[in-house]
């Protein structure tokens, strides 16, 4: 069984970094699309940055500040984010798909709709 547990929330000032973790089991790693997204109540969930077959992609609110890698052992997904900005206050989730060859920009675009799995997510706040 799949799961995804995110962690490394919490609240800074603006201007300042977090690191946040998804930690994964249950499945390949290297297999999978796997991605960060964002949520504010009232608005639609929104696409943070994405990997899938080699490829990684990011949102037009996360280029140049945030970056998503995972650990060498492929069990880790992390959202390196810097530079935060009060407008990046959110709960974020870690979200997977198992097929790759069809997950891509487009999933990160419409908020991940056709992701199958979900972590419960982490809040982040940033202060101004």
């Known amino acids: 069984q799949v799961q995804l547990v995110e962690s490394g929330g919490g609240s800074v000032q603006a201007g300042g970094s977090l690191t946040l973790s998804c930690s994964a089991s249950g499945y390949t790693f290297r297999s999978y699309c796997m991605g960060w997204f964002r949520q504010v109540p009232g608005k639609e969930r929104e696409g943070v940055a994405l990997?899938?077959?080699?490829?990684?992609y990011y949102g037009d609110s996360a280029k140049g500040r945030f970056t998503i890698f995972h650990d060498n052992g492929k069990t880790t997904l992390y959202l390196q984010m810097n530079s935060l900005e009060p407008e990046d206050t959110a709960l974020y989730y870690c979200?997977?798909?198992?097929?790759?060859?069809?997950?891509?920009?487009?999933?990160?675009?419409?908020?991940?709709?056709?992701?199958?799995?979900w972590g419960k997510g982490t809040l982040v706040t940033i202060s101004s």
């Open positions: 990997m899938s077959g080699g490829n990684t």
């Open positions: 979200a997977a798909d198992p097929d790759p060859a069809n997950c891509g920009l487009g999933d990160l675009l419409n908020g991940g709709k056709a992701m199958d799995y």
